[in-house]
């Protein structure tokens, strides 16, 4: 087995990606069974736009921290919580303007510490925690967090609008370091001002007002090559993505094996034109972000990885849905 069919192996099993296969059902039935569940840019989007009669969208997300993380690291579960949330805010080009969640606890400790995590994650993403709901004597432990922002409709960032011919650009902080809660996360937030790290995730509100991007996710716990996959899907797309790229350009002290695998705190994934690149990349440099044009999107209905000479495809969309929903919007 040479290299890239391990790496082929690890992504399969890697539960950042396995974990998403059920999304398909679970959202088809959403669809089809809930009132109005076929509203447009809703389900399968990082945040759902909801319409108004101004001429912005609300915005609304929602991410919950897993069990292991609340009771292990609770405040990193707490601000973790926030960061999630603020990061599908501006990946849909939007600017966060709330924040709610709900807390389950048994330990007044853990209960002390998410609090702490959530408090500091308000202050540094400059977001008001306005609502939530409390349980401190929960046989359980976890975190659920929403956000809701703003933004202009005509700035809407989808993530399902990649098009044939696009490249794939990821944008994220070469400065950080691996997370010390999770170790297949990248932690460009630790040590930041509040100004910085703003600074960093507005390059989305930039970029989408420029009008330069057909398609835009944030590197989620399945990874780059797993938020590609899910991207190139929900746009109805194949594509090609070269991990030599990725090689080049990954932090040095972060094997590829994980930089794949990796939750990247500050860190966008973006399709665009190649036209733009020169664009986005004199954006991204401005506001503190590296550039990595690492995939091209086609209309094979399926995502190959290169590394070298060799190729492999990861995914065959033409078999069923394996990430994410049918895109309404298209």
Known sequence: MNRLDEIVKLLLSFDGISRKFVLPSIIDRLRLESFKGNTPHSL?????????ESDEYVLLTTDGIVEDLCVNYPRAAGFNAVLAN????????GT??????????????????LLDGLITGSQIFRVPIVRGHTNPSSSSTYIVGSATGRVMKTNLLTAGGAESGNVLVLLFDKV?????SYKLGWDSVTGRTSEDVVRRLSVMNELASEKLLTAAKDVS????????GMMLEYSGCGGTLNLDSLDSSRPSDIPLEDWVRMFISLGFLVATAESNLPDVKRIAQAHGLSTTFFGQADDSKAVRLTLG?????????????????KNVNT
């Open 96 to 113: 966060p303007t709330s924040f709610a969640v709900a807390l389950s606890y048994s330990d007044p400790k853990i209960g002390e510490a």
């Open 176 to 180: 950080g370091q691996r997370g010390e």
């Open 44 to 52: 399968g989007e990082d945040s759902a736009a909801i319409g108004t």
């Open 309 to 325: 000479k060799d190729e492999r495809i990861f995914f065959d969309f033409s078999k069923g849905g394996f990430l994410t929903p």
């Open 221 to 228: 716990v399945a990874g780059v090559i797993g938020t590609a």
């Open 86 to 93: 603020m990061m599908d805010i501006y990946a849909a080009g």
